[in-house]
Nanobody, 117 residues
Framework: QVQLVESGGGLVQAGGSLRLSCAASGRTFSSYVISWFRQAPGKEREFVAR???????YYSDSVKGRFTISRDNAKNTVYLQMNSLEPDDTAVYYC???????????WGQGTQVTVSS
């Protein structure tokens, strides 16, 4: 059973940076697309970024140019480097595994990111 565990969240001032990690168990981690989502209080969950097995990346317009997703398959870990953080980035951040059918079948428990103004 694959599990994803996020870490690295916290409280930061606007303009600051955080790096989130998504650590996975399982030997087939490197063959999957891994995505980051976030959910702010009272809002729907939204897509943030994804990375393919080969390292191709895609970002939502709201984070493009500020966030960078990367992966270290040897460590079974995906990272989300978040720079120039804004109060609107405040949310619980989740990583998830995407299957070939495009459905997300494994989710982490989430990590809280709070950006103060």
């Amino acid at each position: 059973q694959v599990q994803l565990v996020e870490s690295g969240g916290g409280l930061v001032q606007a303009g600051g940076s955080l790096r989130l990690s998504c650590a996975a168990s399982g030997r087939t981690f490197s063959s999957y697309v891994i995505s980051w989502f976030r959910q702010a209080p009272g809002k729907e969950r939204e897509f943030v970024a994804r990375i393919s097995w080969s390292g191709s990346t895609y970002y939502s317009d709201s984070v493009k140019g500020r966030f960078t997703i990367s992966r270290d398959n040897a460590k079974n870990t995906v990272y989300l480097q978040m720079n120039s953080l804004e109060p609107d980035d405040t949310a619980v951040y989740y990583c998830a595994r995407r299957r070939a059918t495009l459905e997300y079948d494994v989710w982490g428990q989430g990590t809280q990111v709070t950006v103060s103004s």
